[in-house]
T-cell receptor
Framework: GQQLNQSPQSMFIQEGEDVSMNCTSSSIFNTWLWYKQEPGEGPVLLIALYKAGELTSNGRLTAQFGITRKDSFLNISASIPSDVGIYFCAGQPTTSGTYKYIFGTGTRLKVLA | KAGVTQTPRYLIKTRGQQVTLSCSPISGHRSVSWYQQTPGQGLQFLFEYFSETQRNKGNFPGRFSGRQFSNSRSEMNVSTLELGDSALYLC?????????????FGSGTRLTVV
């Protein structure tokens, strides 16, 4: 199935560090979403982006809808142990006509206290 | 407000059997989508139901089917199970078709086929 390229695949960081991850596609997207999934649970929506260039924050999280509409970025500032989990981007292609979302492969974040 | 409820949480089935998974969306949400999550393939879209009609379908074989009831609850059925069907099946609900504002996911049903 179609997937977005998400990087990095995984990362270990020290508590207090800032984290950056991104998602890229060859297609143009109408909407970008960022989700976090913890073990044994379903993904939880963190941030939704609807316009090219849009920058949106949710606490220590900031995400941006790329100008080209083919990418998005998520930053986590001053990471804490509970930030551990898998972060997924999801995009809704403009051409799909079907409203289905395509998910990235995920970035697994591990925070070292 | 209750979240998205999926039952059962865990299931073990034998190859060749069939299975039915259930999803109760958030009250007032009329769109229900199903995703399959595996370590190798990530989250793959199965189908979306809205107002009891399948609106979108992913690239899965016909062994995967679903339905939605008038109260928006949805079921997903997989017939003639194969080992490769082992996965976490996630249900997600949204107020409207297309989930423009994103989904709310349930905790999933972990299916193991042996």
């Amino acid at each position: 199935g179609q997937q977005l390229n998400q990087s990095p695949q995984s990362m270990f960081i020290q508590e207090g560090e800032d984290v950056s991850m991104n998602c890229t596609s060859s297609s143009i997207f109408n909407t970008w979403l960022w989700y976090k999934q913890e073990p044994g649970e379903g993904p939880v929506l963190l941030i939704a982006l609807y316009k090219a260039g849009e920058l949106t924050s949710n606490g220590r999280l900031t995400a941006q809808f790329g100008i080209t509409r083919k990418d998005s970025f998520l930053n986590i500032s001053a990471s804490i142990p509970s930030d551990v989990g898998i972060y997924f981007c999801a995009g809704q292609p403009t051409t799909s006509g079907t409203y289905k979302y395509i998910f990235g492969t995920g970035t697994r974040l591990k925070v070292l206290a | 407000k209750a979240g998205v409820t999926q039952t059962p949480r865990y299931l073990i089935k034998t190859r060749g059997q069939q299975v039915t998974l259930s999803c109760s969306p958030i009250s007032g949400h009329r769109s229900v989508s199903w995703y399959q999550q595996t370590p190798g393939q990530g989250l793959q879209f199965l189908f979306e139901y809205f107002s009891e009609t399948q609106r979108n379908k992913g690239n899965f074989p016909g062994r995967f089917s679903g339905r939605q009831f008038s109260n928006s609850r949805s079921e997903m059925n997989v017939s003639t199970l194969e080992l490769g069907d082992s996965a976490l099946y996630l249900c997600a609900s949204s107020p409207r078709q297309g989930a423009v504002y994103g989904y709310t996911f349930g905790s999933g049903t972990r299916l193991t086929v042996v």
